[in-house]
Each structure stands twice: as C-alpha cells, then as structure tokens.
C-alpha cells in the first residue's frame, strides 16, 4: 500500500510565487499587480498572487489556503526581510506540510521599493529579483532540520553582577553553573561603588551602597548555591565542541578543570579607560585623579567624616573640576562611543561634594550631557540649583605649575577660553572592552563592533541561531547595573527554556562532502576554524577522506571554496543553486537594457 504521505508529496508540483505590498510600503513604489501579470507566463509558476501583509495572521492563513487548494511543491516571495518576516512566512507554510527548505524570499522593499525614487526602475529590478528567486526555488532540494540534543549544565564566563544573576537564575532552575572569573573576587565594579544613578538618595531603603542594593544579587548567595561552581583565579583556555555540547579546559589555580556544558552565557565586562593614554589631562599627578579614585574618597569620608580632603596634602579643595569623556567620544586619542554612564555617575559625584563641602566651587566640563534613563533631566536640573556649574567645551589640557593646577577649557555657551585654578580635577573615564575579551570572543566565534565590544545576535532570531550562546551586560557594550541585570536574567531564562526541552531544531544550512571527488588532501580541515572537518581513512575504500559534523558546522563555505576537486557543498547554497539565480538576474538586465 502507498504511503499517504509520499503521495501527497507526489502530487504536489511547480512553483508559486507571492508578492507582498507590505501595507503599501512596497506597493506604492512598485507595480505589483504588472509582475504578477508576467510572471504568469513563465511555464515554472502555477500560480501567482498579491497579499497585503503576508507576515500577518490573515497573510499567513491565505498562504495555508492557497497551499490546501494548488498544491505547490515550492515557493519564491518578493517582500520584505527574509531573516524576519521571511521567517513567519516559511514557518507557516510548513505548518501545513511543505518543506520549509524548497522556500526562497527576496527583499524588494530595503533594496527596490525605498532606495529607489523612480517607480518605474523600482519594478523592474523588483521584477529581476522575484525572478531570480524563483531560478533558485526550482533547484532548491528537500532537507531535513538537524536534531541537536543541549547538556544540562552552563558555563558562564565574568563573575560580575550579570553573570552573577544568570548564575543563580540558572541554579534556581535546577541546573549545573560553572562560574568562571579571572580575578580573585566577585561582584566586578557594582561592588566597588557607593552609589550610582538612579538610586542616588532614592529612598529610605537606599543605604548608599550598591552591593548592598536589594535588586544587585549577593555574593554570598553565589557562593553558598550547590548548583554553582565558582572558579576564582580562572580563564577559559580553549573549547572544542558544538551546539549543545561544548567540552571545556579552564586554567585555575589548582591545575586544569574540564567541563562539559550545553549553554554559555559570556559576561566578562568592561574595563574603565586609562587616562594616562591622554597624556595632557596630566593623570598621575596627586590632585588629578579618576571618577572611579574619587569613589574610594567618597566612602572613606563616610566611614572617617571630616569632609573631602584631596590626595596631595589633605587639604578640603575649594574648586572642583570634573572633566567628563575622558577617553569616549574621541577616536585619535580614545574610543568613538559614548559610554552612557560617565554623566549620570559624575553628576551624583558632583551632588555628593557639595552636599558635604557646601561652599566648593564644582564644575563639570561636557561635550553635551547624555542620560539615556527616566529621571536624568530632574537629576540634572537638581544638580544645577545645588550650585555646580555646568560648562559647555572640550578641555584642552590640564597645566600643573609649582604647587597649582590649571584647568584651560573652553566654554562655547559664552566663547570664552577658561584657565581655572583648580584644587582636585575628576576625570569621567569611560568603558572599553574587558581585558581578554577577545580571546573569549575568538574562541566562540562571537563577533565584535567598531568599539570591539562583542555582538549578541538580536532576539528576534530564532533562539537556536545564537546555538546556545549568549553576551550580557557590559561585554555588549557600556551600560548601567540595571540593564546588565536583566540582560543577564534575558541570557538565564533562554538558556534555561533550551535545556529544559532537552533537544532543539537546527536548519540544515551546512556542508557536505561528495567523498566519490575527495581525495584526503586537508585543505578543508585547514581551513574550518570552527574544528568541524577532520580526514580521516575510509576503511571500506582504503583512502583518506573528510567528514564533516553537522553541529559543529556553521556553513560558512570557507571549505567549499579551499576544496581543490569541488568535492564539498553547503546545503542551499549549491552551486547550481547560485548560478540559476546569478544566470536569471544576468539575462533579466540583459533582455531590460534590449
């Protein structure tokens, strides 16, 4: 007796292709309904239709209904993004049974409908790129997802507040922790600090100290978990592996550890800037010193009273000079990017002196002031009737004579040049990439930016494109305790609802090797920087060949194009694949310049 199954799959032939107005984004610069009209006659298409919005629910039951009744075998859209909306439009035709893999979508709304002003060229390369799709739909082969099984245990790299978070959403849940942190201590930087925006005074349950703050996860709760293992002292010093299950060596103080883990959540920070790189702002003399030294100043007087006394001679200074972007927003002598948190926590500082040396003269020399969070222009303006005195300018440099030092800045509200004498000068550093971050990165595979922070892949993918990995807090870049904390409980929850289904779906975009054309030569394993290829003696044929693991593959094509006898391919990207799609896109312009 046949099977059901098959002779559904029998019966189902041609191409169909659907055209998205994308609620008239795409619509109105793109004569939709004249390239539903000539793709009618190409013999391919069985049939052609014009949607609304193909991602929305009444787009994705028409697509299901048009499946139910034509029984097509594959698909080509002209829409919007394939990585997003392509995803919805895929997802729910495989819902009603075809294989997601002989789906092909083009982007006619980025790259035809709103970077082309003429219509009439809109829809012709509009028309080129659908046609393109469906050369390449028509050679598309049926695939199946792999099935990757997740181990039960996380490794989570920084033992900071974000990786301290994740490490006990993690162990709450039931699951192995092994918590890696290079120094010799938790809690990063939060631990360090006395107070930070917005808890400034917040209330009567702030008490001034943020590792003490009811939403910053304790040390001791770390410590005292059974589900987790902290290696202080420790660095992550190689990974071999794929999705799911990544074999670990970490270099700790009593030898090497090997673990096994099937998520990683990577939170090893940043680091604050070194001002000694600005040689100028004269970092290294007693009474120039850093917003982060100012901080241990503040506590001590606290805990001892007796004012603020600056580092030369204990004297209470009578003006203070805070000097803000000291390495941001400068790429000749720092980095490009704003770190986000230099105004807030300095303007707190600032509030702080003067609260305790009332009669300090406090300056605060900005570029323009940024506070990416609620409350910031009340914070301000709080400060501003408190008397410190905001100055619009870069400081040139900060000049030390005899036992003085000057402050030569400029001030663009008034265009006048400063030369203040100041008692203490503060400089606001910003952040960077942790040391050894990218290292971290290089062995995951993680991308980095322009300001080489690593990239987490954005949430709207697939969670198994980010293949069980996750980046919080500030190794993504500067941002406040609050954010990294509940990136990091982000990072926990996602790792944790992968684990506990035990197994995830993985697209079969990854290489394969003809082993009739291999001959051993290596060129492939070589080549593969995820460690996915080996060559290895087919005991059948007395030869060398190679052997790919799926998992481990990220199908990249470096292979494909380091093989010498082509013997190596990557699913959905075959070379008949491509050349069907670049030879339509070729004869299309050929035949629109005729």
Known sequence: MADPARTKEEERKGIAVYLCSCRNEIGRHVDLEAIAEGLKKDPRVVTVGVHEALCSNEGQEYLKDELRSKKFERVAVGACSPNIQGLIVSRALEEEGMNRYLFEQVNIREQCAWVHPEKKEATRKAKSLVKSAIARAEKLQPLEDIIIPIKDSTLIIGGGVSGMQAALDIAAAGYKVYLVERTDELGGRTYKLSMTFPTHNCGICCIQYCRECVFTPKIE???????????????????????????????????????????????????????????????GHPNVISTTELEQILVAQREKGGGIRRPLDGKVPKTVNFIQCVGSRDKTKGNAHCSLVCCTYAIGQAREIKKINPDAAVYIHYIDLRGPYRGFEEFYNAAKEEGINFVRGRVSEVVVDKDKTYVRAADTDSDTLLNIDSDLIVLAVGQEPADGSDQIAKILHIQTDIDRFMKDINPMFPSEFRRGIYVAGTAQGPKGIRYSIEEAKSAAASAIDLMKKGKTKFPRIVAFVDEERCRGCGRCEKTCEYEAITVVPDPKRGVLVSRIDEIRCEGCGACAVACCNKAIKVNGYRLEQVEAMVTELSEEEVTSDE
């Open 221 to 283: 709760d770390v410590l005292q978990d059974k589900n987790i293992e902290v290696m202080l002292n420790s660095e992550v010093e190689e990974m071999t592996g794929g999705f799911g299950a990544r074999h670990v060596r970490i270099k700790t103080p009593k030898g090497p550890r090997e673990v096994d883990v099937g998520t990683i959540i990577v939170a090893t920070g940043s680091k604050t800037f070194d001002p000694k790189r600005i040689p100028e702002l004269r970092y």
